[in-house]
């Protein structure tokens, strides 16, 4: 596939940070907008979107901000809460970040008057993800360089802490498996977790290094994907721990993978950041080509509309999103 048939993204959102992460929430918030939040050197800003995709009145992208915490430190990650409703009175809006600090941050807003946040110590060293528990939402995981997965109540107690073998770099928690824990290695292992027995139940493996991330799918719980090096993996888990297929995609390493939240086919990698033009690979698994190849001046974080065939990106001073066929 040829270098020019990139494509500019198809809408763009100016923000008032470099974004270094921005995630779509994955939950039902209780509105017919989508949640998308992000985060920067100093602030962690809450929005609101709506696309001509899903509503015709929309012309392109309608945004607007819904708050803006200041952090202070460079964020790093960003989960949300499924407790997040905006059709409660009041509102609750939850989510929880992981900072340079090496601390995670609870937020906890109804959008007025109350707006504050627990700070959670432990880790050691850098996280590099965090994801709640999709029912309830009463427990966060998190991942390190420190070599530990560690899994926290809304107090900040650490409920259990897994012991890696090195960096932890991706961490899933399915809604239709919620008792197993995903988590992925630099090293280029995958182990599940059974959070009952806190024993490994299953491990996957890469054969390839560094891995940088992984992502259990959501429309299907026996898919898992993964970056290591410059290939994407694939792995069907009810049929084997050894890939289903791999490719090589990203001459310049991979960076992230995030599956398509509405097709178990669809899915998206990142170059590494730092290069001219990052790029955005968007895959289909029936295709020997990418799809789509999107190109931004630099960029940072991935994350999929929880209806949409359509991802976003962060970069300077601006969130790009793209929209591919399903």
Not at 58 to 74: A, E, K, P
Not at 159 to 165: I, S
Not at 185 to 205: C, M, P, W
Request: net charge negative; aromatic share 12%; with cysteine.
């Amino acid at each position: 596939m040829k270098q020019e048939s990139s494509r500019s993204p198809s809408y763009t959102v100016e923000c008032e940070d470099y974004v270094h992460v921005v995630e779509f929430n994955p939950f039902d918030s209780g509105t017919a907008e989508s949640l998308i939040a992000y985060g920067g050197n100093n602030y962690v800003v809450i929005g609101r979107c709506s696309f001509q995709e899903e509503d015709a009145e929309v012309d392109g992208i309608q945004y607007n901000t819904l708050r803006t915490f200041h952090q202070g430190i460079r964020v790093d990650a960003i989960a949300w809460s499924p407790e997040t409703r905006l059709d409660a009175l009041p509102p609750l809006l939850r989510f929880c970040t992981a900072a340079a600090d090496r601390k995670l941050r609870l937020f906890t807003s109804d959008l007025q008057a109350k707006n504050e946040y627990k700070i959670m110590e432990g880790h050691s060293s850098y996280i590099n993800d965090l994801v709640f528990s999709p029912k309830g939402g009463q427990e966060i995981a998190s991942v390190s360089d420190d070599h530990t997965c560690r899994v926290w109540d809304l107090e900040g107690n650490v409920r259990a802490c897994f012991v890696l073998r090195s960096a932890g770099m991706s961490v899933g928690w399915h809604p239709e498996d919620a008792f197993k824990l995903m988590v992925a290695e630099k090293n280029g292992t995958i182990r599940f977790y059974d959070l009952v027995t806190h024993q490994a139940i299953l491990s996957l493996t890469t054969g390839q290094t560094p891995l940088m991330s992984a992502h259990w799918c959501f429309k299907n719980t026996f898919k898992v994907g993964a970056v290591a090096g410059n290939d994407w993996f694939i792995w069907d888990i009810s049929r084997s721990s050894y890939p289903l297929e791999k490719k090589p995609v990203h001459a310049d390493r991979a960076k992230l993978f995030r599956w398509s939240t509405v097709n178990e086919n669809l899915f998206a990698t990142t170059g590494y950041p730092g290069k001219m033009n990052s790029q955005l690979l968007i895959h289909h698994l029936g295709h020997p080509q990418p799809i789509l190849i999107g190109s931004a001046a630099v960029g940072s974080g991935l994350t999929w509309h929880k209806t949409l065939p359509l991802c976003a990106m962060g970069g300077d001073h601006r969130i790009f999103f793209w929209v591919t066929e399903m």
